[in-house]
Every structure is written in C-alpha cells, then in structure tokens.
C-alpha cells in the first residue's frame, strides 16, 4: 500500500532552516508528481510547493518563494522541503503529498501523516 513518511519536523528559531524529507513507498515514485502543504493551527490547508515526476520544474506558494526548495531524489524515493530564513507564520504541521500524474495539478491521491514546525524565540 501507499506510504508517505514525513520526517525533519521541530523547533527553529525566526531566521533558522529545517529540511523536511517525505519517504515514500507502495508506488512508482518516479513517475508521480509530489507536492508540500501545511496547516498552522486553526487555519486551512495551504499548499506550499510541488514538483515534477523527474524534478525538472518546481512551483512555490508566494508566501514561501525564496525561501523554500522543494527536491526530490527518485533513487531513494524521497521527496525534501529546504526551509530557510524561517519565520513564525510558518508554524504549521506540513504533509507531503502524492498527485495523480506526473504533473503538478493539486489533485492528490494520498497524504502523509504530517510533521510539525514550529518556528519561535
């Protein structure tokens, strides 16, 4: 079955960086488009990034662009977020998640259990 592992989640200070992973099993990585989102406390789902199947183009929210890296290492079947100069509007729980093609379309099939960051002094 379809797993997605969320990893790298903790406490980082205003201007500090976190690399979240996404492990992923039960599918053909490679051939799937894998996108980030988040959801800080008492707000809705926010997509955050998405990539290409083979990583050749990526996608950034406005509010991260910058700042963020999404990545993806189809050998090892992982899919990672860079986070720097993080600030506290970034807390939130994040998701990876598995798209339906080898586009990003914001259509997901399956999500990660989630892992959370929290950025503050």
């Known amino acids: 079955q379809v797993q997605l592992v969320e990893s790298g989640g903790g406490l980082a200070q205003p201007g500090g960086s976190l690399t979240l992973s996404c492990a992923a099993s039960g599918f053909t990585f490679s051939s799937y488009a894998m996108s980030w989102a988040r959801q800080a406390p008492g707000k809705g789902l926010e997509w955050v990034s998405s990539?290409?199947?083979?990583?050749?183009?990526?996608y950034y929210a406005d509010s991260v662009k910058g700042r963020f890296t999404i990545s993806r290492d189809n050998a090892k079947n992982t899919v990672y977020l860079q986070m720097n100069n993080l600030k506290p509007e970034d807390t939130a729980l994040y998701y990876c998640a598995k798209e339906r093609s080898d586009e990003p379309r914001l259509d997901y099939e399956y999500w990660g259990q989630g892992t959370q960051v929290t950025v503050s002094s």
């Open positions: 990539i290409y199947s083979d990583g050749s183009v990526t």
